[in-house]
């Protein structure tokens, strides 16, 4: 039976290494505990998405993704400056990252740039927006889909609850 390659409505789990072009990693799966995600259904960045279609179990795949094709381009309007009292109390320090919900109820993370007397001012950009990814990547399995897995557009891995 020929192997299965990474197509739409396929499970793929990557081992995989990221680094933003000057080598130092940045964010990597540990040892036996691989990315697993739903090919074709936007869970990560469409460059890499790209570049393991078609690889098959083995597959090693390097891949430059520029910022259109990972998490877009810094945008300057998602940099606000916001009254402290709409925040939680504690300290803020710059550089540290809020965690809340936005009005439609998802997750969002904002980025403390700047902390006044009044008003704090938070980048909600991605934190790797405008940055040119370099993913190095191996494909650990590939497998059909199962029908629920389709119908909530995500991979379940061992253990997964709604």
Not at 60 to 82: L, M, N, R, S, W
Request: charge should be negative; hydrophobic fraction near 35%; aromatic fraction near 4%.
């Amino acid at each position: 039976m020929a192997a299965m390659k990474v197509a739409k409505d396929t499970v793929v789990s990557l081992d995989y290494r990221l680094h933003l072009g000057d080598g130092k990693v940045f964010d990597e799966s540990e040892p036996g505990d691989p990315l697993v995600y739903l090919h074709g259904h936007g869970e990560i960045v469409p460059g890499l998405e790209k570049a393991v279609e078609g690889k098959s179990v083995g597959d090693t795949v390097k891949a430059v993704v520029p910022p259109e094709e990972g998490y877009g381009d810094h945008d300057p309007e998602a940099v606000q400056e916001v009254p402290r009292e709409e925040l939680p109390e504690g300290e803020l320090e710059v550089g540290g990252t809020l965690y809340g919900t936005d009005d439609e109820g998802d997750e969002m993370e904002a980025l403390v740039k700047e902390v006044r007397e009044k008003t704090v001012v938070l980048d909600f950009n991605p934190p790797l927006a405008g940055k040119t990814l370099h993913f190095e990547v191996k494909v650990r399995e590939v497998r059909a889909a199962t029908k629920e897995e389709l119908e909530h557009s995500h991979a379940h891995g061992p253990g997964h609850e709604h």
